[in-house]
């Protein structure tokens, strides 16, 4: 297993910023594409950002334009940073690292443990 840690979440009104991260912890052979999703309550869990290897992202509509991910390779994390948010951005938000690691032959989607983002109007 390769842990991850995100950091970041809380609760902040409407209009305001937060930047949520998530790191990998020990050694890893391979890093490849990264995103963020985010679950509402009583909804399913959805795609919020994603990043690829080369740095190309995609988005969600709903957050284009007001959210920004980026990968920093050295400390194999990726991060989150939102602004403009709104209530309805409201949610667990969760990683999800891509990663090969030293001992496997290939890779595997690894998930973090989910931090909680609440944006009050």
């Known amino acids: 297993q390769v842990p991850l840690v995100e950091s970041g979440g809380g609760l902040v009104q409407a209009g305001g910023s937060l930047r949520l991260s998530c790191a990998a912890s020990g050694v890893i052979f391979r890093l490849n594409d990264m995103g963020w999703y985010r679950q509402a309550p009583g909804k399913q869990r959805e795609l919020v950002a994603t990043?690829?290897?080369?740095?190309?992202?995609n988005y969600a509509d709903s957050v284009k334009g007001r959210f920004t991910i980026s990968r920093d390779n050295p400390k194999k994390a990726v991060n989150l940073q939102m602004d403009s948010l709104k209530p309805e951005d409201t949610a667990v938000y969760y990683c999800?690292?891509?990663?090969?690691?030293?001992?496997?032959?290939?890779?595997?989607?690894?998930w973090g443990q989910g931090t909680q983002v609440t944006v009050s109007s």
């Open positions: 990043i690829t290897r080369d740095g190309g992202t």
């Open positions: 999800r690292l891509n990663i090969r690691p030293t001992w496997a032959q290939s890779s595997t989607d690894y």
